[in-house]
């Protein structure tokens, strides 16, 4: 009977040379035996929280770091006993390659071809070494979901996370809610005395701080990395227009009652999504990159369509693939998986990248215009205003419209004054007479 090993598995580089994530946290503990590509942990890259599958078939011997703990590259993050086939120090067969980690760490190799695998971009610290077990106590597989911000305030004010109710999405523990729990709130008995002996303790200035401090990391230190990036190498040019968009939302309401859309999610995003899709192809300068490291214009012939997504881990913008040749109907479904898998904090690397023009839609928090920045590597972004009633001109009266100001950002060096106009001019002239596009495309 082959005798057991200690195989060691390294944090791999998860995609677009990271150098860093976040254990958020373990699926799995000591003892706990794992299959191949089963998932033991969450962790955080500063564009997406990503679930790593196990590299190995065993149990796992140990885990090296505590979650809401950032880790780099390459660096040891769980040990699992495994059965040595006895090849020592020969050349891996097909059941070793059926156990060793693969690229970047995405899933194991299943099948062994006859040629040696590529082992392109994966780091020489990936490859499991012979360690000796170093055995850690691992954390309740089933614990309360929190951020790492989160955590520490609670660490800060010696409040236990198991004793909070979270009020945010699905459960979501928020700062509100730990800083309630030091009031006592509506605990049971035992847990109200717990925390009033913590409160005790931390003394008289807890509650009502003075300031508060957040490690500037993850999701949100890429943004604002990215922002500072865009906002000082492209020259931005915000234009705006406001346009009465009662047709639209006429229409809106009408494709609604239509049996055609029963059971899809219709907003006046997916209609602007439309027409900027259809725009585009009179327009195409506004779907195009500035290269600078060789000097080019990249224009593009398909578009990834950007959707800014406010997510509990900060502003993200993912895309939707070759959004270009999709239907109203298709936009509406790509539009509601974007935003549900936002929301839920489960975009992957994929869909962070490769965009080609955005929106942000800020008239749901009630704002009708704003100088939106670029998403770097982009010439333009739209944002959406609220849509409002208003005395406006029509048919020589006023009347009461419903009215939405649009807000058009883009890069100068890509982008003419005049090609931006006439952009945001058509874009206006569909949303206010919806039937002008059989005219346009």
């Given amino acids: 009977m082959s005798a057991p090993m200690i195989k060691e598995f390294r944090l791999p580089d998860l995609g677009e040379g990271l150098t860093e994530s976040e254990i958020i946290v373990w699926k799995v503990a000591v003892g706990d035996t794992v299959t191949l590509n089963q998932i033991i942990a969450e962790v955080e890259t500063a564009k997406a929280v990503v679930e790593l599958p196990s590299p190995f078939a065993g149990v796992v011997a140990a885990l090296h770091e505590e979650p809401g703990t950032v880790v780099e590259v390459g660096k040891p993050i769980v040990s699992f006993e495994i059965e040595d086939d006895g090849a020592g120090g020969s050349a891996p067969d097909a059941a070793d390659a059926k156990r060793e980690p693969n690229l970047v760490g995405y899933g194991a190799v299943l099948e062994a071809s006859g040629r040696p695998a590529r082992r392109a971009r994966t780091l020489a610290a990936l ?221 992957g690397p994929g869909a962070l990248s490769g965009g080609t023009i955005s929106i942000t839609n800020i008239g749901v928090f009630g704002i009708d215009a704003g100088t939106p920045i670029l998403n770097p590597g982009e010439a333009a972004i739209l944002a959406l205003g609220a849509v409002r009633k208003m005395p406006w001109e029509y048919k020589d009266e006023v009347a009461l419209r419903l009215v939405m100001t649009l807000s058009l950002s883009f890069d100068h060096r890509l982008v003419d004054g005049e090609q931006g106009s006439r952009f945001l001019q058509d874009l206006g002239t569909m949303l206010a007479d919806p039937g002008m596009v059989l005219a346009m495309v």
């Fill in 127 to 347: 490859r499991p070494e012979r360690v000796a077990p170093v055995m850690v106590v691992a954390p309740p597989v089933d614990r309360p979901r929190s951020t790492p911000p989160v955590r520490k305030l609670a660490k800060d004010l010696g409040v236990d996370l198991e004793v909070v109710t979270g009020t945010g999405e699905d459960g979501l523990i928020t700062r509100d809610d730990v800083r309630n729990v030091v009031g006592g709130g509506d605990l049971p008995a035992a847990a109200q005395e717990r925390v009033g002996t913590q409160a005790e303790a931390i003394g008289p200035h807890t509650k009502g701080e003075r300031e508060t401090r957040t490690p500037i990391k993850g999701v949100r230190k890429f943004t604002a990395a990215a922002m500072v990036a865009s906002a000082f190498t492209a020259p931005h040019v915000t234009e705006f227009l406001t346009v009465d968009v009662t047709p639209t939302m006429e229409l809106l309401a009408r494709l609604k009652a239509s049996r055609v859309f029963a059971g899809y999610k219709l907003t006046p995003l997916t209609l602007v999504s439309k027409a900027v899709l259809i725009a585009l192809r009179n327009h195409p300068t506004l779907n195009a990159r500035w290269d600078e490291a060789s000097q080019e214009i990249v224009q593009f012939n398909y578009v990834n369509l950007g959707i800014a997504a406010a997510t509990p881990r900060g502003l993200t913008v993912p895309n939707i693939k070759d959004a270009d040749r999709l239907s109203l109907l298709g936009l509406s479904t790509a539009l509601t998986e974007l935003t549900d898998t936002a929301r839920a904090g489960k975009t």
